[in-house]
């Protein structure tokens, strides 16, 4: 049990910037793993969605639609300090520049924003801005709690389905190789409960439900073919990669 709040709050403090060292008791050492914290990023993803919907409610009383999509996408990106963002970057500037597997790798790894991936960060924000605009009634709702949370259960399924491109240590290697079937299962039956949990007390319409489930189908599936094809370029994935693929699969959930 104390393993397992351990795994929650270390996929907290890694995926957020929110303060989860006052969820552990003074002076503690609670046991955790990488592989058991990918366990819980759905769950760190819908807390987030949670953040997000508070928000998006309070700001529909003051300000109009194009504002509060634009405010609600710079809380998304406050909470998680940008890293998702900063490996999308890196991952566009890799392999969009055409090179072999080394460069690109190496590419990788320059924490310099390139042309490429700022050209492609611009052109995410703005589709993400977009469909935020576009997005009203009860789908809003529903947008807003669960893309943080698809996205980060395509994220825990990239950790466990691929392979690490690059050799030595490191956090990804960690990730990539203790994150097993057994996680993926506990992440996708949390993301279900999850979901279950907030059907049965906003309680959506048949054709919301059947939206919803299409959605995330789309967004898991289509970020899957996309780490699968990084995979085959790279022999394996990234940290970066792994930012990038949540964020691709954010995208095709709005």
């Known amino acids: 049990m104390f393993s397992w709040w351990g795994d929650f709050v270390l996929a907290l403090s890694l995926l957020t910037t929110l303060p989860a060292s006052l969820l552990l008791p003074r002076n503690s ?16 993803g819908f807390i987030m969605g949670l953040f997000l919907c508070g928000a998006d ?44 597997r080394e460069q690109m790798l190496a590419i990788l790894r320059d924490t310099h924003v390139g042309g490429l991936g700022a050209a492609a960060l611009g052109t995410l924000l703005i589709v993400k801005f ?12 529903w947008a807003l709690l669960l893309f943080p949370l698809v996205g980060r259960l395509s994220m825990s399924a990239a950790v466990c389905l691929f392979g690490y491109a690059r050799p030595g240590a490191g956090m990804g290697r960690a990730y990539a190789q203790e994150t097993g079937y057994r996680d993926l299962a506990v992440a996708l039956l949390l993301s279900i409960l999850l979901m279950a949990a907030a059907f049965g007390y906003i309680r ?20 899957y ?20 693929v949540n964020e691709v699969a954010e995208l095709l959930f709005l």
Do not use: M, W
Request: hydrophobic content about 55%; proline content about 4%.
């Open 29 to 44: 050492n609670l046991p955790c793993s990488a592989g058991g914290s990918a366990r819980f990023f759905p769950v760190v």
């Open 57 to 100: 409610c309070g700001l529909f009383i003051v300000v109009g639609p194009i504002l509060r999509a634009a405010l609600i996408l710079a809380l998304d990106v406050v909470i998680t300090g940008g890293l998702h963002l900063d490996g999308f970057i890196d991952t566009c500037d890799g392999l969009l520049s055409r090179q072999n």
């Open 130 to 141: 977009a469909a935020l605009v576009e997005i009203s009634g009860a789908l809003r709702l």
């Open 204 to 223: 959506p319409s048949l054709e919301e439900v059947s939206i919803i489930f299409l959605a995330a189908a789309v967004a898991v599936g289509g970020s």
């Open 225 to 244: 073919l996309l780490a699968r094809r990084i995979a085959a370029k790279l022999g394996g994935l990234t940290g970066d990669v792994y930012g990038a």
